[in-house]
């Protein structure tokens, strides 16, 4: 809020603030609870202290003084304002990297069930224990010997080219790098090996997964879609 007009619409008083929310100008003696970010609804509990739904803000020191409600996942300081860059940014309710983080953490996870999906699809109808528990179902012993050769279930589980064995080592790797725990950890060393085997793109993504808050998060759905668009 800049200013508040009175019933004749003269300035009853007037405002103006530093970056983080300091009163830089406060003119005039009319109450108004709603200042700093006040037309979003922040409330002013007067001492440079506001009310921001789910934490308070000081202005005095620009952060928060309650901790961030998801801890390190929006962030290593848990008690930052809008990443510090207050000229760009407000956070009314106090969950703006709630939401952030959130939003990008279900892209995530949808781009990842895509590819897994996409996986296990490749050992549908053609792969070798499908054939034989069909044809075994027909009670064609003729179509059973033919589906599935010498060792239908050693070569479904274990053929590079049969599917299972994808399915699990890509199940296991989204778990790990959707994980907020293991996923930037995780992340590092799927840099080190996408650097190795010369794909910049992927290290790149890689590399930003590994970073703590909505950067890592923004990171780590973008090679979710990318793995989601190269999946056969």
């Not at 961030?68 to 510090?84: C, E, K, Q, S, T």
């Not at 309710?93 to 892209?107: D, K, Q, W, Y």
Request: include cysteine.
């Amino acid at each position: 809020t800049l200013a508040v007009t009175d019933q004749e619409g003269k300035i009853a008083a007037a405002y103006d603030y530093l970056p983080f929310g300091l009163a830089a100008k406060d003119q005039g003696h009319f109450y108004n609870p709603f200042t700093y970010v006040g037309a979003w609804g922040v409330f002013d509990d007067s001492n440079n202290m506001f009310l921001m739904k789910n934490r308070h803000y000081d202005a005095l020191t620009g952060r928060f003084i309650q901790k961030d409600p998801i801890g390190i996942a929006g962030g290593l300081n848990l008690y930052a304002y809008v990443g510090n860059n207050p000229i760009n940014r407000i956070d009314p309710e106090g969950t703006f990297l709630v939401l952030l983080a959130a939003t990008l953490s279900a892209i995530a996870l949808t781009a990842a069930g895509y590819t897994v999906y996409r996986s296990a699809s490749r050992f549908g109808e053609n792969n070798p224990l499908t054939r034989t528990l069909t044809a075994s179902r027909a009670g064609d012993s003729d179509k059973n010997r033919e589906a599935h050769g010498p060792n239908a279930q050693q070569e479904f589980y274990g053929h590079p080219e049969h599917g299972m064995n994808q399915v699990i080592e890509i199940t296991g790797d989204k778990v790990l790098t959707l994980n907020p725990i293991s996923g930037p950890g995780y992340s590092f060393i799927k840099m080190t090996r996408s650097s190795a085997e010369g794909k910049p793109l992927e290290s790149l993504l890689n590399s930003a997964g590994a970073l703590p808050g909505p950067a890592g998060n923004l990171a780590t759905a973008a090679g979710e879609i990318l793995d989601a668009c190269k999946s056969p």
